[in-house]
């Protein structure tokens, strides 16, 4: 064999244990920039204020109050209509029709869902009506519904609880539908049968799709709310905040109109982080079932 190819030996090399005690603090401090970022609220405050400058320079820049009044105008008209214009009685009586047409329109998807997940006729049944009715615009009942049952919140309720059973439905149905086999079995091992087995197995496993379902179906029945009373008008004597918004555009207040659609805004912001956020921090998150991004 060659020289160059003779191995030779590598020394040996002896690594010592380190002493714990001497290592120091490995963990760094977060910085100022840090601590500040990891706030969501502070992030979506953040944002909502780069929203309202763009809002304030695009109007500032259009220069016509009749077609886009500035963020300061709006904001003026918003806190005179709710002093003196009735926009928070306007806005209670919208916010009653929601609760009742949202609560009718859950409990009748809670219904159907119950059907479904106990056999498999009401499985097909639910799956032909969601796929029947779910396209079809809540709003577009509308004239019917003035013809069924007149002039009345009933009118407004029904097309609110269309708006909402369908896409309830499908995802509590969907939820109940992908709970997986394994969950099945541990709750039968345990023993679980009737409301035990389905509190504590399938309503836990299918909760992330029946939150998003109930999200859904509010976001839905609040726009739809919206749009049956810029088109319904009054009811039972009665204006909601879509009336309120109808008005004040008949009267070319367009601040006043642009402070109807922030109201319907700042409604929408606050149920979503107010209500349907800690209904998640206090389960899907808690249970670890999505990812925190906070």
Known sequence: MPDEYVLSERPEYIRETLDAGK?????????????????????????????????????????????????????????????????????MVSLKLLVMGYAAGIALATVMTIFAVSSRIGSDFLDTLTSMFNPLPAIALLPLSLLWFGLGNFSIIFVLIHSVLWPVSLNMHSG??????????????????????????????????????????????????????????????QGGLGWFIYENKNEMEVAYVFAGLLTVILIGISVENLIFRNIENRTVRKWGMCVLSE
């Open 23 to 91: 290592i120091g603090d490995i963990r760094q401090p977060l910085t100022l920039w840090e601590k500040i970022s990891n706030i969501s609220v502070l992030r979506k405050s953040v944002i909502l204020l780069l929203l309202a400058a763009l809002w304030q320079g695009y109007a500032l820049w259009a220069d016509n109050p009749l077609i886009f009044p500035t963020f300061k105008d709006t904001i003026i008209a918003f806190f005179d209509a709710l002093v003196h214009g009735g926009l928070l009685s306007r806005t």
């Open 176 to 237: 109940f539908r992908g709970v997986s086999n394994t969950l099945r079995m541990v709750g039968h091992n345990y023993g679980l049968s009737g409301w035990g087995y389905i509190s504590k197995i399938l309503v836990p496993a299918a909760f992330p799709s029946i939150l998003t379902g109930i999200k859904i179906g509010w976001a839905f029945a609040w726009r739809t709310l919206i749009a049956a009373e810029l088109v319904f008008g009054v009811s039972s004597g």
